[in-house]
Each structure stands twice: as C-alpha cells, then as structure tokens.
C-alpha cells in the first residue's frame, strides 16, 4: 500500500495538473513528516499503513479528549482511515469538532472515519457473541474488521448454553472466511464452533462471568 498524498501527487504530475517544481515542495514537506509525526504527546505512526496495510490504531483508554482529537486530525489529514477504541463520548465529541465526518459506535465504543486507503477483504468475517453481555467485545470487532474493509456478519447470543441457537446458524458459518467467537463464563464457545468449521477460529475472552 502506497502513501495516499504521495500518490496523488504523481498522479497529479502524471496528468500534468500539477508543476514538477511545485510537486517536487510538497513532496519534500510530505516526507519531512514521515514515517511519524512528533505531537509532543505521542508520536504518530504514518508509515504504519505501508507496513501493515492499516493506519495507527488510537487507544483510548489513558488520553484526554483533546489528546484523542489531536492524533485523529493528524491522521485524518493525511488521507487514511481512523479507528479510535474504547473511547468514551466526550473523546468522540472533541474528535467531531475537528473530523465532522467521524462517526461514534456506541456500543463497541469506537470512532471511525473509512477514506479510500483501505483495499477490499475477500469473504466475510463472522463474529459471533456467546451472550449479550459480550456485546461490547463483540461490536468492537465488527467494526474494527469493517472499516478495515471487511465484510461482517453479526451471530450474537449463540452460547453453548443453548446450543441449538448455534446449530440453526450452520450455514452462516460455513460461509465464512474467518470466524471471531467472543464469550465469557468457561469460553466453551469457540473450541464448539472450529468443530464445526474449517476456517480459522480466532477466540476471544471475555471478563464477563
């Protein structure tokens, strides 16, 4: 994945909208700040996209607000997609205020902004929830494998507690690429689920219970 300004610069040279002497100073500033941008309280990572093909992720626990605002602008700026977890409202306010076109998932707790950095998935990604108390574990994967550029289907409240809620869905799991299984209590739901598939289970655990 290449740096989308950059691109757009050859591009814009290529055409020939843009003077090879005018390209030649924004090019020059564009890789000035890279591969991180120094904010004084965090380092921003925007060569992490060329690398992993995603841009910097953006923990929310442990920032301000304004913090979680300050890197979102910066990586929004520079044309790639923003993904803010375990962010709490007034972080997604004080993103707004600076990126209008974020959004807010409530229930995964999460600020997203999907730009045109971020090629198509092949297949669907599956997440599955043991029980609506993981809810919020779940929703935080969905939306992550979403503006990632996945597709996803939601299998929610399938715990092997009532396993016959999970076997009516066999043929959604069957139609998988991948499979995220978030449950609770014991976490009996994901060694059941990979028994029943041949695509790969990834399990995750939860606090609840």
């Not at 809810?135 to 935080?140: D, G, H, I, S």
């Not at 299998?155 to 869905?169: I, M, S």
């Not at 041949?198 to 995750?204: F, L, N, R």
């Amino acid at each position: 994945m290449t740096d989308p300004v950059i691109r757009n610069l050859l591009d814009r040279v290529h055409r020939g909208d843009l003077p090879p002497a005018e390209a030649e100073v924004l090019l020059s500033e564009r890789l000035r700040t890279l591969p991180f941008e120094d904010l004084g309280f965090a380092r921003v990572d925007h060569h992490r996209s060329l690398r992993q093909g995603f841009p910097e992720v953006i923990l929310g626990l442990g920032k301000t607000p304004a913090e979680i605002a300050g890197i979102a602008e910066r990586i929004v700026t520079r044309g790639q997609s923003l993904l803010v977890t375990r962010a709490e409202p007034a972080a997604f306010e004080a993103v707004r205020a600076v990126t209008p076109a974020a959004r807010y998932h409530e229930k995964a707790r999460a600020i997203t902004l999907q730009q045109n950095d971020i090629a198509a998935g092949t297949g669907v990604v599956l997440v599955a929830a043991a029980g609506t108390s993981d809810l919020p574990v779940a929703e935080e994967a969905a939306v992550t494998a979403e503006v990632m550029g996945n597709r996803v289907d939601r299998l929610y409240d399938v715990g092997v507690a009532g396993l016959h809620r999970l076997l009516r869905e066999h043929s959604r799991l069957r139609l998988a690429r991948v499979i995220v299984v978030v449950a609770g209590m014991e976490g009996a739901l994901p060694s059941v689920v990979a028994g029943l598939v041949q695509v790969p289970v990834i399990a995750v655990p939860t606090s609840v219970g």
